[in-house]
């Protein structure tokens, strides 16, 4: 459609429709993720056929290994700043005092499924713990409800399709678990209940607005811009007077002329240079090197290094301790409900 390219909110379409955003958030968090699994977890030597050992080979059922479910958890975190799992069983509740050997003889199993962080409404911890968890799910009927866990039971009630007006009374009962069945994965960065992206992501909004007026700079001073003096826009006719692909102003005046409009380009590089200072912000928030995107060259003193690396370690030190709760948490939990020693 046609647009006043003169007008606010012409310029900004106009910005917005020639301008591809950068993609900086998605890369740095997906090389912290990748460091912090870089190599293998170490963790006791035990049987595949085990209570740990069917865990970290197929935690949820479907063949996805512990590692793997908690490397989606800890990328759910780095976006989200949290990020949620639960544990569960496939035994039915009619078959709950079944001893460990009949459980396994017929097939039951505990489960760990990642759970959507959107879909958890509101949460309650005492101390680091989480003590209560509200989850907007579908039950085994497939009806749309919420579930209030805590740590002895789940309450559930059925609501309408989008979750937001409750239709039935309540209904609780023991959910069997040892402990809290919802664990909760929060790498500590800076500031409590902050991801790791958001503050990038701030840096990465403020490269596309520079993109787009660097792009509307570009546009405008690229053609040499012609104004035509002597000739009214009525004069001109609706159409107006092209040249080219060049656009003309008309200037009424009794002395006929053309003069042309020069660019001035010491605007785009102002533009290139703030844009270039701001990925290398982007990169010394995320504590990661910026591949030099400016291209100085210059060369780093060692307490700048050294300030570069604690940084990235730190931030991969809170990943990996985010991981490692997790997975003993979820461990600690199985084992205690089972009634067996954990190994650690």
């Given amino acids: 459609p046609s647009e006043d390219v003169t007008s606010a909110n012409g310029s900004y379409l106009r910005r917005r429709r020639a301008t591809t955003p950068r993609n900086y958030v998605g890369p740095i968090v997906r090389r912290y993720n990748d460091f912090v699994f870089r190599r293998q977890p170490e963790s006791p030597q035990v049987d595949e056929d085990s209570l740990y050992g069917l865990i970290v080979q197929d935690a949820d059922g479907y063949g996805t290994t512990l590692p793997t479910l908690l490397r989606g958890l800890l990328r759910h975190a780095q976006i989200d700043g949290v990020s949620y799992c639960e544990v569960s069983t496939n035994r039915p509740k009619s078959e709950e005092q079944?001893?460990?050997?009949?459980?396994?003889?017929?097939?039951?199993?505990?489960?760990?499924?990642?759970?959507?962080?959107?879909?958890?409404?509101k949460t309650r911890y005492e101390g680091q713990a989480l003590a209560e968890a509200l989850i907007a799910m579908y039950n085994d009927d497939g009806q749309p409800v919420v579930r209030l866990y805590s740590s002895a039971s789940v309450t559930e009630w059925q609501t309408d399709e989008d979750h937001n007006v409750v239709v039935?009374?309540?209904?609780?009962?023991?959910?069997?678990?040892?402990g809290m069945p919802i664990i909760a994965m929060a790498p500590a960065y800076d500031s409590a209940d902050e991801s790791q992206a958001a503050p990038l992501a701030e840096h990465q909004k403020t490269i596309y607005n520079l993109l787009s007026l660097l792009s509307q700079e570009t546009w405008d001073n690229t053609f040499t811009q012609w104004v035509l003096f002597g000739i009214t826009k009525e004069q001109a006719g609706e159409g107006g007077i092209s040249y080219g692909s060049n656009r003309l102003f008309c200037v009424p005046n009794a002395q006929g002329r053309m003069e042309k409009i020069g660019a001035d380009v010491a605007q785009a590089d102002?533009?290139?240079?703030?844009?270039?200072?701001?990925?290398?912000?982007?990169?010394?928030?995320?504590?990661?090197?910026?591949?030099?995107?400016?291209?100085?060259?210059?060369?780093?003193?060692?307490?700048?290094?050294?300030?570069?690396?604690?940084?990235l370690n730190a931030n991969l030190s809170a990943m990996g301790d985010a991981v490692e709760l997790v997975w003993n948490a979820i461990m600690r939990l199985v084992y205690a409900t089972a009634g067996v020693t954990y190994p650690g």
Wanted: proline residues 1%; without cysteine.
């Fill in 98 to 121: 079944l001893s460990m050997a009949d459980q396994k003889a017929r097939g039951y199993r505990y489960l760990v499924r990642a759970i959507n962080t959107d879909s958890v409404v």
């Fill in 168 to 178: 039935s009374s309540g209904k609780t009962w023991s959910h069997g678990f040892a």
């Fill in 270 to 311: 102002s533009i290139r240079a703030y844009i270039s200072a701001e990925i290398s912000e982007t990169y010394r928030t995320a504590g990661v090197e910026a591949g030099s995107p400016e291209g100085s060259g210059q060369a780093e003193s060692g307490i700048a290094r050294a300030f570069k690396f604690n940084d």
